[in-house]
Each structure stands twice: as structure tokens, then as C-alpha cells.
């Protein structure tokens, strides 16, 4: 697979949220890179000072299963340990510890696929904000509204009169 035809798209799918980070999971990497998991690991933990705990962290058991029974990782692989998360700031340390070409094309697509998806959620959260004032503003308004006509109806309620004169029966 030629990065270069890799669609952004594909890359936005392979970027998951696990402990409220957005990253993207070795054996994704992996396949981008076009590397095997395990040499991309070996040449992680080669480097392991380049790879704080806020640019990569393995998974969980518990996180592990969570994943695999969406069918995310599962299919791909026999596995055998526990998946490696790699956050935007841990995939652009990749691009010193993997030096192949490859690697460089594969970074700038991820690079540019995190910008994206950050620019789009910036403008998802503006349009949510300008979403949820509109509706306070409006049900304020039509609160007011509706109590006035409320009001009005209530004010205005003709009471029955009884007739004037005899009635039969009474």
C-alpha cells in the first residue's frame, strides 16, 4: 500500500479514543509503515526514552478485550501481547526511530489526518455552542411568550352569566 494513495480517511478510521486520547494502535502502524508489529516494537522499546507515557502506553487487558470484541484487532493478528497506543506527539517520535522513507510519507499523512480531525472537531464545538445558545436564547423568548399568552387567556376568561328571568323547574 503506497501512502501516498492512502486516503486520510482510512488513516481517520484507524484512530481510536482510548483513555481520552485520540491514538492510533501499533499494529495500525504497523500496516502503514509497512513494517512487521514486532520490528516496530523492538524498534520502540530500542528507544524507550523517546516514549513518555503520554506518547505511548500498552493496553490493558481490559482494553485489549474491549478492542477486540469491536473486531478491531482481532482480525488482524494472532495476539500475543498486549497492544501499544501511540498518541499524535509518540507517532511523530516514530519518525526519527523508523528513518525509511516510508516512515517519513506515512508521519506527514498521520500528521496531516490529526490536524483535520482537530480542525473539525474545533468547528463541531463552535457549531455545538452556537447550537445551545440559539436554543437558550429562543426557549427564553418563547417561555415569555407562551406565559403571556397564559396570562392574557386567564385575564380574559368570560365568566357563564346566569340568565335573567323565571325558569321552569326551579
Given at each position: 500500500m503506497n501512502v501516498s494513495v492512502v486516503p486520510l480517511e482510512t488513516i481517520e478510521r484507524k484512530i481510536y479514543l482510548i483513555r481520552n486520547r485520540k491514538v492510533l494502535l501499533d499494529q495500525d502502524l504497523a500496516e502503514l509503515y509497512d513494517v512487521k508489529p514486532k520490528a516496530l516494537i523492538q524498534a520502540v522499546k530500542r528507544n524507550l526514552d523517546r516514549f513518555?507515557?503520554?506518547?505511548?502506553f500498552q493496553l490493558t487487558s481490559d482494553e485489549a478485550e474491549a478492542m477486540r470484541s469491536q473486531s478491531v484487532t482481532a482480525s488482524k493478528r494472532n495476539i500475543r501481547y498486549l497492544p501499544y497506543a501511540f498518541t499524535q506527539e509518540g507517532v511523530a517520535m516514530l519518525s526519527g526511530v523508523l528513518r525509511s522513507k516510508?516512515?517519513?510519507?506515512?508521519?506527514?499523512?498521520?500528521?496531516?489526518?490529526?490536524?483535520?480531525?482537530?480542525?473539525?472537531?474545533s468547528k463541531y464545538k463552535e457549531v455545538a455552542d452556537k447550537?445551545?445558545?440559539m436554543e437558550n436564547k429562543y426557549d427564553a423568548q418563547f417561555r415569555v411568550v407562551f406565559e403571556t399568552i397564559d396570562r392574557l387567556t386567564k385575564q380574559h376568561v368570560v365568566p357563564k352569566h346566569r340568565r335573567i328571568g323565571f325558569k321552569s323547574g326551579e
Open positions: 513518555p507515557d503520554d506518547f505511548m516510508r516512515a517519513v510519507q506515512a508521519n506527514i499523512a498521520i500528521m496531516r489526518t490529526f490536524v483535520r480531525l482537530h480542525e473539525f472537531l447550537l445551545a445558545n
